[in-house]
């Protein structure tokens, strides 16, 4: 047996003569004696730990076969999803005005009509080819809950669809949280609603700063008060957008949320992510430009890592660092925009060479317009970060060049976070939400 070449080895100082193996393959993480690790390479190595770091995909019995099958992962994903992803973009209005909003200068008074509504659900039933077992829609906006009629009868229909097929329908909203009272969401619960993403961008001055209502009024505590009112009904994850300015004040936020009673085993998931910029030279209506250009800058990775380890360390729970390719390369899943025009992701919503067919038309090859295995070259086929990366996220390539012609390489952020996130893990043990 070899090492796999999708392992990253760290020193582990608490036990001295052990090594801190993490593979990026399976997102497994062992600690291996020294001597234990040495013999690998000797052809030495015990049954005993063979047959444990075999299990763990931190040993396989050769390289080619080992990137071969890597090479193949997604080919392997997509043949095997039982699952359909529709993400629906249901209007794009909003009754919030966030300063960095992506769809600053695509908003207005834009929504999905019952004819539209007609030809989705239509899309969907052709597309839940037999084998399917899970169907799932992700509303978006806009704000979502300002077409909550629309999520209602889309959610009756698609219910006893899937039902009448043995299979399940379940659906998740991308809301701001300001309309997300109790009353609608025990109906929505009751419709198959599974879980909801609302974002917080820090303690209420900040929040309120970021995300003011359309009158300028702040939404802090009417946020907070939806997600007393029905974390118990459903899963809620809050997620939250800082910047290099106000990232330290997030831990605010989170004293403020275990002080209001939503403690770890009431919230899903917390998690926080950087402002990303605009892509250069596009003009939006407000001139954000406070963002970060990439995960790779380094202020992005001080406050990345800093924040997760406040998350853990209070208890919340949040993603695990594990495989992720980005959603453009799988096959079953789809963006809707409001007028029914396709595309593979949300954030590329009406920008030009980006949409990939229509409701009335039918989805035609995509494969060139968003440079599917783009990660397939010599540099990413030798990369340990492979499994973890694939090439990296296409906005963010669209973001820096203003195309997504070369890759979004994560090198930078994996050489320099990568250690502290699995040291989290292992320090936090948090549990898989
Ligand atoms: S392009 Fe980026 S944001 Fe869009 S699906 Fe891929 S990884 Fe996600
Ligand atoms: S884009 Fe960079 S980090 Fe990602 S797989 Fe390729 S070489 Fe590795």
């Not at 600690?31 to 063979?50: H, Q, Y």
């Not at 019952?114 to 829609?137: C, M, Q, V, Y």
């Not at 695990?320 to 980005?326: E, L």
């Amino acid at each position: 047996m070899k090492l796999s070449r999708y392992i990253k080895v760290f020193p582990f100082e608490k036990r001295p003569g052990y090594l801190l193996l993490y593979s990026t393959k399976k997102a497994s993480i062992t600690l291996v004696k020294e001597e234990a690790f040495d013999s690998i390479d000797r052809g030495t190595l015990s049954p005993g730990n063979e047959a444990m770091l075999s299990e763990l995909g931190m040993v396989v019995p050769d390289d080619e076969t080992e990137k071969t099958e890597v090479s193949g992962f997604m080919d392997e994903i997509n043949r095997r999803n039982p699952r359909l992803n529709i993400s629906v973009i249901l209007n794009l209005d909003c009754n919030f005005n966030c300063i960095y909003c992506y769809e600053t200068g695509m908003k207005g008074k834009l929504y999905m009509t019952d004819e539209t509504a007609a030809l989705l659900t239509g899309f969907i039933k052709e597309r839940f080819t037999p084998g399917k077992n899970s169907l799932n829609i992700d509303f978006y906006g806009g704000e979502p809950l300002l077409s909550a009629g629309l999520i209602k009868s889309i959610s009756a229909q698609m219910k006893s669809f899937a039902e009448c097929r043995g299979a399940s329908y379940t659906f998740t909203l991308v809301t701001n949280g300001s309309l997300f009272r109790r009353r609608i969401a025990e109906d929505l619960v009751s419709m198959g609603l599974k879980g909801v993403k609302i974002t917080m961008d820090g303690p209420p001055e900040i929040h309120n700063a970021c995300r003011p209502f359309r009158s300028g009024a702040g939404s802090f505590d009417t946020v907070i008060r939806n997600i007393q009112e029905t974390c118990d009904l459903v899963n809620v994850a809050v997620s939250g957008n800082f910047q290099k300015a106000n990232f330290g004040k997030f831990p605010l936020l989170m004293d403020y949320l275990e002080r209001k009673g939503l403690t770890p085993d009431r919230i899903y998931e917390l998690k926080f992510d950087p402002v990303m910029n605009r892509r250069a030279g596009r003009k939006p209506a407000a001139d954000y430009t406070d963002g970060a250009m990439t995960v790779n800058e380094p202020w992005v990775i001080r406050a990345g890592t800093y924040l997760r380890a406040e998350v853990l360390k209070r208890g919340y729970r949040t993603p695990k660092i594990s495989p992720s390719p980005c959603q453009v390369e799988i096959t079953d899943s789809f963006v809707v925009n409001f007028d029914g025009v396709i595309y593979k992701c949300p954030v590329f919503i009406g920008r030009d060479g980006f949409a990939i067919g229509d409701l009335r038309n039918g989805v035609r090859d995509y494969t060139a317009a968003y440079r599917l295995g783009i990660w397939k070259n010599r540099e990413c086929a030798d990369c340990e970060y492979l499994p973890l990366c694939f090439g990296g996220c296409r906005y963010m390539s669209y973001v820096r060049d203003g195309n997504i012609d070369s890759l979004d390489c994560k090198r930078a952020y994996l050489d320099a976070a990568l250690e502290t996130l699995v040291r989290q893990d292992i320090l936090y043990g948090q549990k898989k939400p």
